[in-house]
């Protein structure tokens, strides 16, 4: 079965999620395409998937799973714009072509301008996921019942609960544990940094210092998950 052209249904939009670099480049197949542009993630499979085969889609597909802001005005969140040299009209400004919801620089009977009431740059509410980490960092995650130990990547800005959602994928009973550092109950409606758990990475960095020599550890403490034989 050729699973690059089944249809896919666009992703539940959560505005409080935060989704890494790394997170958003894993969807960069030609339906199952996510992009990202001025801090915001956005699933635009199901755009894709509708216009199969328009050549007007190759510029988005040639950039799947990569960020964008370079297209787009930061204040307006619009469509950068210049000035067509042949015509003297301002135009869309898109040096890797012209793509979807973009008009033509001269007029043309194939473009209906009023087709397109949302480009879907500016829609948000159709096809926006969450936001884009501004920097990630990598922690130690360790069961001390089972003596697990896993390393993953969040988001500064994510919340312990939203990292617990994260390592949901890697333990199921995660939330039947106390999250705790050094012996100190972790708070789960703050961040890592709120909660004491520096981030030191750009600091190893200046250093020259390997980082992952010394991620914090974070350890589960079995409570009362009754799922667990």
Aim: hydrophobic letters at 35%; glycine letters at 6%.
């Amino acid at each position: 079965m050729d699973t690059s052209r089944t249809p896919r249904t666009k992703t539940p939009p959560d505005a409080k999620r935060y989704y890494t670099p790394a997170e958003v480049e894993a969807h960069n197949a030609p339906y199952d395409l996510w992009l990202s542009w001025h801090g915001h993630v956005y699933d635009l499979s199901v755009l894709a998937d509708e216009r199969r085969g328009d050549p007007l889609l190759v510029p988005i597909l040639k950039n799947a799973g990569k960020d964008i802001s370079h297209w787009f005005d930061k204040k307006t969140g619009d469509l950068k714009t210049c000035v067509n040299p042949l015509t003297g009209t301002v135009i869309g400004y898109t040096p890797e072509g012209r793509f979807l919801h973009v008009p033509p620089p001269l007029p043309r009977a194939d473009w209906d301008a009023y087709s397109v009431q949302i480009p879907w740059w500016l829609d948000r509410q159709q096809y926006c996921i969450g936001k884009l980490g501004s920097r990630t960092r990598k922690i130690i995650i360790k069961n001390t019942l089972t003596q697990d130990e896993h390393i993953i990547e969040v988001c500064v800005e994510e919340k312990l609960s939203a990292i617990q959602d994260r390592y949901m994928s890697l333990n199921g009973h995660a939330k039947g544990y106390m999250w705790k550092r050094l012996g100190t109950l972790l708070d789960m409606n703050t961040t890592l940094e709120d909660n004491g758990v520096k981030d030191e990475g750009l600091l190893m960095e200046k250093l020259g210092m390997d980082e992952e020599q010394y991620l914090p550890t974070i350890h589960l403490y079995f409570s009362d998950d009754l799922t667990i034989a």
